[in-house]
Every structure is written in C-alpha cells, then in structure tokens.
C-alpha cells in the first residue's frame, strides 16, 4: 500500500509575522517545525504500512530549508522525501499550492492513499488537501477520526474479479460520525482523533540524515506557470489588523462597606444597560 503525505512547515504560533504589503507570511529567520496536525498523518500512514506493507513517500512545498521537515518525517518511520522548491512557488496560496502538490503526486505516480493534516496551524483553512483531492479527481473523507478497515484486492489470486481496493473510514460530522466505504486511490484528510503521533527513534534519525532529499521545479515538473507563486493565486490577504485585547472591568468589591444590596442594585443596573435583562 503505496502513501502519499503532504506536510507543510510552519512557524511555530507564537512567531507568526505577515508582510504587510505582499499579505504573505515572512519565514526568514523564524524558527519553524512540522505543521502539528500533520503529524497526525504522518502517524496513520506508518500504521497502515506496519499492517499492510508498501512505502511512504512524504512531500512539501517550500524554501530549501524545508527539507528539515521532511528528514523528521523520514525519522518517525516514513520511506522517502520530495521538495518542491523554486522562487516561482513563492506566495502561492492554497490553490496553487494545491495545484503544484497534485502535479508532483502525479509524477510521483503509483499510489494507492494520500493522507494530510486536517489544516495548517498558520493559514487555518483546511483547504489544500480537498484542493488536492479536486485536481487528482480523486474520492475524498475529511475531518477522518478512524480507519475502520482496508480491502485491498488480490489480483493475482483472481484475474477475473470486479472487486476494487478501497478503504473503510469514520468522519465527524456535526451530530456525531459518519462510516464511509472509499474506492482506492482516495485522499484523507485527518484528526487529532485518529492518532496519536510518535516520536522519531534514534535508527530513524541516524537514516534520515543520510538521505538525500531531491528538489523539483519546473525543470522537473511540467506545471503551468500561470498557477503558480504570487502571480497565479486567485486569492489576496488584502488587510493586516492587530486586534487590541482590554479587559478594564468594573470591580464592586462588597467587602468594603457590606452593602450587599447597592451591589445588586449596581449589576442591575449594568445589566440593564446592556439590556440583558
């Protein structure tokens, strides 16, 4: 069972910093790791390949020194890496993000899963992995909490079978959770639910460093320019606000004067003038 995982790195949260004329987020300089919810995805892949085999091929798009995110992927237990990098990538947002993923995917070529995060803890919009899903035109779970069951049909046993591989899952949905039967291949996208993330073992580190992570761009790929960057994105950040939080409250302590009832007579008053009562 052949898996595809397309991680992201981000800025940790709290070093999160937006150009204010390009709308894009500045990364030079900032301490970033794995997309946290990423590694839920990671996790599920390494648990379907320990039952049912294949390799794991993880990819991300972003400058060279992204490649960190990769080898740490490697380290928990994944197979291989690739990059995409290249100034044309730069400002993409998530639907020429989305576009240039697929099209490496394609290249990458036999796969039977694509597994992602359910969102990006910098953009928040959960939208590159059905962005993914919609250009491949592939069968498509979000918000997966558990798979249930993998059907992957033997075909050297019976060359006459019209059975398909397909994968059997639950979702969250508003009232509870949903069971889905997918046909294979299929993109999930998951949550914290599904899993819970492990931590890269010593042998995985020692391999991971050893590898050689390979960049593709355009040389390697053949994308539409027009897609692309900046230039090709269909959406702006086109307003930047720092909300200022103020929390002046007024305190009527009883204690001072034990004048229980003006205190109640106050809030009542407050109340009233917000008419909540």
Request: aromatic fraction near 6%.
């Amino acid at each position: 069972m052949n898996i595809v995982i397309p991680i992201k790195q981000v800025p940790e949260t709290s070093n999160v910093k937006m150009d204010e004329e390009t709308g894009t987020m500045k990364r030079d300089g900032v301490e970033s790791i794995i997309n946290p919810l990423d590694l839920y995805a990671i996790e599920t892949g390494i648990q379907l390949k320990e039952e049912y085999g294949g390799k794991i091929t993880v990819i991300t798009m972003g400058p060279p020194s992204a490649d960190k995110a990769l080898k740490e992927a490697i380290a928990m237990g994944c197979d291989d890496g690739i990059l995409l990098s290249g100034r044309e990538f730069a400002g993409s947002d998530t639907w020429a993000t989305s576009y240039a993923l697929s099209e490496a995917i394609k290249e990458i070529g036999d796969y039977d899963l694509i597994l992602a995060g359910e969102r990006a803890t910098d953009g928040d919009t959960g939208q590159v992995g059905p962005g993914i899903a919609s250009w491949l035109d592939l069968t498509l779970s979000t918000y997966t909490s558990k798979v249930v069951d993998v059907n992957l049909v033997d075909e050297e046993v019976d060359y006459t079978t019209t059975e398909q591989d397909s994968i059997i899952v639950e979702r969250m949905v508003e009232d509870g959770y949903e069971k889905l039967q997918l046909p294979l291949p299929a993109l999930l996208t998951v949550v914290k639910e599904i899993s819970f993330p492990r931590l890269p073992t010593l042998r995985g580190k020692q391999r991971s460093r050893k590898i050689k992570i390979p960049q593709w761009n355009l040389g390697n790929l053949d994308l539409d320019e027009d897609y692309l960057g900046l230039q090709g994105s269909p959406t702006r950040v086109v307003n930047i606000d720092h909300p200022k939080v103020t929390r002046g409250g007024t305190v009527i302590d009883v204690r001072e004067d034990g004048n229980v009832e003006a205190a109640v007579a106050k809030l009542i008053d407050y109340l009233k003038s917000k008419e909540l009562v």
